[in-house]
Each structure stands twice: as structure tokens, then as C-alpha cells.
């Protein structure tokens, strides 16, 4: 069962690459070790460790080829890296979007049998009673964050993934309502957009009583636009729990939440659901196209 996961991801990471290339026109990417972020031919510091030690790989960074009115982080799904991340997100129509595509640590994955591959927490079987790494969870949401902290202030911020990466930008979502993480450090960004495709919600039981029980946190959700996407036929993270995340984060007070099913979609991306995207981010950002 282990191996059967571990060659469809394989497979997956095929597929989103070639999804990639078709969309791709002249795309150039430079990366460097984790303790770099690339920008074309520029650098900065960006690396650091999680709380377990495990190193944070190494960050790629689209730049905007209009005005820079928004940036964004996208986060790649379980054993992938943010250089493919990085060749999607330059193939979309967003001009005005600086894109950061850092990738997850090498670690054990409980799900694969301790296989070691690139990811942003532990997971096991997703299920309705599965149990949450917390500490995972955390460490990742704290290193995006750290990623978006020097954007300059009339800049637009926000978080999107694939998969695993859909569910660390939920659970970012719910620690910018919330004004904290899970160990309790206040959470430093001020979240303007949420996108997850494929994913499912990390701590979705507990997230409504958490948000009731604060005024901030529920006038903080109501402000987030986030829009979910998932195919009914996806087989990894099965459709029920996108639609479940959905309606949790709905019952939790994330009232501008948007889902979006694709009949027969599996779990992967295809072009229509990208411009779906695109015509989102566009609309909820207030882009200015193609200028």
C-alpha cells in the first residue's frame, strides 16, 4: 500500500511537470541552497530549521513582470519542490503577482511508511479522526511567514498550495484569524487572499469554537476571501474532505469562502482550474491585468 502511494506521487509530479511545460513559454529558473532565495540573478537569506531540525529547501521567486501589487507564496504538495512551483506560477496571466515558492523539509512521512521525501508536516491516513502534527504544522506556517515579512507595505500578501501545500495555507489562514499559532507566538501577517487546490483543513473540529471565541479572530476570518478547488475523482485526498474543510471554514465564520468541484478531476491540475484561479486572485487582489 506504502509503494502504491509513493509511485502515484511519483506519477502526480509527472503529470503537474508536464502540465507546467505545456503552459511554459520561456521560463528560466535560479536556484541556490536553502539559505538562499533566487530572484532572476539577485539573492537573499531565507533559509532556517523547523523545530525538529529538519532544513527547509531551497526557495525560488518569480518576479512580477508588471507593478508589483501583490506577492505570494505557493507551496508545493508531498514530495515535490518549489522549482516546478515556481514554472506553473510564471505560466499564469498575473503580471502583477510576485510569486515565492519555497521548498518543504526532507523528513519522514508516516502516510509512506517512513519514507523520506520533501514535506511540509507529518501525515498519516487522512481520515476524520486523524491526528494533526501540530508541531509540523507550525514550523512550516512560521517559515512562510518569515518569507513574506519584508514585503513592502502596500504590497498585497497571501498563501497557496497544492495538496499538502493547500493545507498548510488553510491552517495559515485559520492562525491569521486566530492571531496566533498553535503553540501560542502571535502570527505576523496580515493575509489578504488563500488559495487551495486539492487540499483538505489541518485541525478543522476545533476551528469553529476557536474563532467564536473571539471577536478579532471572527471580524479577522470574515475579511479573508479563500477559494478551495477539488476534483471528485481525486483518490488521494478524496473530495468529502475538500468539501468538508469547505463548510467548516464557512461554519467558522471564513464567510468570502468560495469551493469549487471539478466532476471527474483527479488529484492534479488542469487548465481550466488555474484560470479559474487566475480570474480570482485578479478579482479579489484588485490586479490590474495585464498592465
Known amino acids: 500500500m506504502f509503494l502504491k502511494i509513493f509511485v502515484y ?20 529558473v535560479f536556484g541556490y541552497r536553502s539559505t538562499t532565495m533566487s ?26 513582470k ?3 501589487q501583490a506577492t505570494l507564496v505557493w507551496l508545493h504538495g508531498l514530495g515535490d519542490n518549489g522549482s516546478s512551483s515556481s514554472q506553473l506560477m510564471e505560466s499564469l496571466h498575473l503580471p502583477n503577482i510576485k510569486w515565492i515558492c519555497p521548498t518543504a523539509p526532507t523528513r519522514p512521512v508516516s502516510s509512506l511508511g517512513g ?11 487522512i481520515s476524520e479522526d486523524g491526528h494533526d502534527d501540530m508541531e509540523g504544522l507550525d514550523a512550516s506556517a512560521s517559515h512562510i511567514a518569515n518569507l513574506l515579512c519584508s514585503e513592502p507595505a502596500d504590497v498585497k500578501v497571501g498563501i497557496g498550495g497544492f495538496s499538502m501545500g493547500a493545507a498548510i495555507s488553510l491552517y495559515s489562514a485559520t492562525c491569521y484569524a486566530l492571531g496566533r499559532y498553535g503553540t501560542g507566538h502571535s502570527y505576523p501577517i496580515n493575509l489578504r487572499a488563500v488559495v487551495g487546490l486539492s487540499g483538505w483543513l489541518p485541525g478543522w473540529k476545533s476551528i469553529r469554537n476557536k474563532i467564536e471565541s473571539s471577536y478579532e479572530a471572527t471580524r479577522r476570518a470574515s475579511s479573508l476571501p479563500i477559494i478551495l478547488t477539488h476534483g471528485t475523482a481525486d483518490d488521494v485526498v478524496p473530495y468529502r474532505f475538500g ?6 471554514l464557512g461554519m467558522a465564520g471564513f464567510r468570502q469562502t468560495v469551493f469549487k468541484p471539478y466532476q471527474g478531476l483527479g488529484h492534479y491540475t488542469v487548465p481550466k482550474e488555474m484560470d479559474e484561479v487566475v480570474h480570482w486572485l485578479t478579482t479579489r487582489l484588485g490586479l490590474e491585468g495585464s498592465r
Open 115 to 125: 519514507f523520506t521525501c520533501t514535506a511540509w508536516f507529518d501525515v498519516g491516513e
Open 66 to 68: 508588471g507593478k508589483h
Open 9 to 28: 506521487f511519483v506519477v502526480l509530479r509527472k503529470k503537474f511537470l508536464r502540465f507546467s511545460k505545456q503552459k511554459l513559454h520561456n521560463c528560466s
Open 39 to 64: 530572484y532572476s540573478h539577485q539573492s537573499m537569506g531565507s533559509g532556517s530549521r523547523n523545530a525538529r531540525g529538519y532544513e527547509f529547501g531551497r526557495t525560488y521567486v518569480v518576479r512580477p
Open 243 to 248: 468539501e468538508k474543510s469547505a463548510q467548516s
